[in-house]
């Protein structure tokens, strides 16, 4: 499996800002499209879904749809962005209830929430950033997941808590580790296993890697 990789946003993003007046109209249009998009793409496959389906699906008429979405494409890549703000929602707020100052804190509250957030939602996660995807080196560099990880990375390095020669690097590897770990659980884990171990378990793994990786005693 690939890691979820958010495309640049080119001049026909799929979330162009709406005018005052239409803001809560059109912002009730997309949720009720994204939710029936994403219900659709899991159920039947990207390529069995049209504009149509989603409008019915929606409870929407084709014109309204289409005034937001102009394409299926359209409606993937808002699902690809709404994926990856909601990602970057939950990591934040786990990581703002940690005490202030607590870095190592902040690094295994980010790396338990992306376990959680792959584990719980890889159906969605498969069918919108698969399905359609071809390798795009622009998305590892522009990533507001990775972004956040450099933040993080950064604010530890600052309280001289860490050390990273590279920052935006080491978060990718990172994020690069994180998604190969996950999806070695999804592919071999046995029907036997207790979901909650084995998540600990990853969890725990990574985090020990991770906070290896940045000690200041580490010599590069």
Same mark, same amino acid.
Request: net charge negative; hydrophobic share 50%; glycine share 6%.
């Given at each position: 499996?690939?890691?979820?990789?958010?495309? #640049?946003?080119?001049?026909?993003?799929?979330?162009?800002?709406?005018?005052?007046?239409?803001?809560? +109209?059109?912002?009730? #249009?997309?949720?009720?499209?994204?939710?029936?998009?994403?219900?659709?793409?899991?159920?039947?496959?990207?390529?069995?879904? +049209?504009?149509?389906?989603?409008?019915?699906?929606?409870?929407?008429?084709?014109?309204?749809?289409?005034?937001?979405?102009?394409?299926?494409?359209?409606?993937?890549?808002?699902?690809?962005?709404?994926?990856?703000?909601?990602?970057?929602?939950?990591?934040?707020?786990?990581?703002?209830?940690?005490?202030?100052?607590?870095?190592?804190?902040?690094?295994?509250?980010?790396?338990?929430?992306?376990?959680?957030?792959?584990?719980?939602?890889?159906?969605?996660?498969?069918?919108?950033?698969?399905?359609?995807?071809?390798?795009?080196?622009?998305?590892?560099?522009?990533?507001?997941?990775?972004?956040?990880?450099?933040?993080?990375?950064? +604010?530890?390095?600052?309280?001289?808590?860490?050390?990273?020669?590279?920052?935006?690097?080491?978060?990718?590897?990172?994020?690069?580790?994180?998604?190969?770990?996950?999806?070695?659980?999804?592919?071999?884990?046995?029907?036997?296993?207790?979901?909650?171990?084995?998540?600990?378990?990853?969890?725990?793994?990574?985090?020990?890697? &991770?906070?290896?990786?940045?000690?200041?005693?580490?010599? &590069?």
């Amino acid at each position: 499996m690939t890691a979820f990789l958010l495309p #640049v946003a080119g001049p026909e993003s799929a979330f162009p800002l709406p005018t005052a007046a239409a803001a809560t +109209g059109e912002a009730a #249009v997309r949720a009720a499209a994204l939710d029936a998009a994403a219900r659709l793409f899991v159920e039947r496959g990207l390529e069995r879904v +049209g504009l149509a389906d989603i409008a019915a699906a929606a409870g929407l008429e084709p014109r309204a749809l289409r005034a937001s979405y102009a394409s299926r494409e359209h409606v993937l890549l808002a699902l690809q962005e709404r994926f990856v703000r909601d990602f970057c929602q939950r990591a934040a707020q786990a990581m703002d209830a940690c005490r202030e100052g607590d870095w190592s804190g902040r690094l295994r509250a980010w790396v338990r929430t992306g376990v959680d957030g792959y584990l719980d939602n890889v159906a969605l996660h498969d069918v919108v950033f698969h399905d359609l995807r071809t390798h795009d080196r622009h998305a590892w560099q522009e990533n507001p997941v990775v972004d956040q990880l450099v933040e993080l990375l950064e +604010g530890g390095i600052a309280a001289r808590v860490w050390a990273a020669p590279d920052p935006r690097m080491t978060a990718l590897i990172f994020f690069t580790a994180l998604h190969s770990a996950v999806d070695r659980v999804i592919v071999c884990g046995e029907p036997q296993d207790d979901p909650v171990q084995v998540r600990h378990r990853l969890a725990q793994t990574l985090i020990g890697y &991770f906070e290896r990786s940045v000690q200041w005693w580490s010599r &590069f």
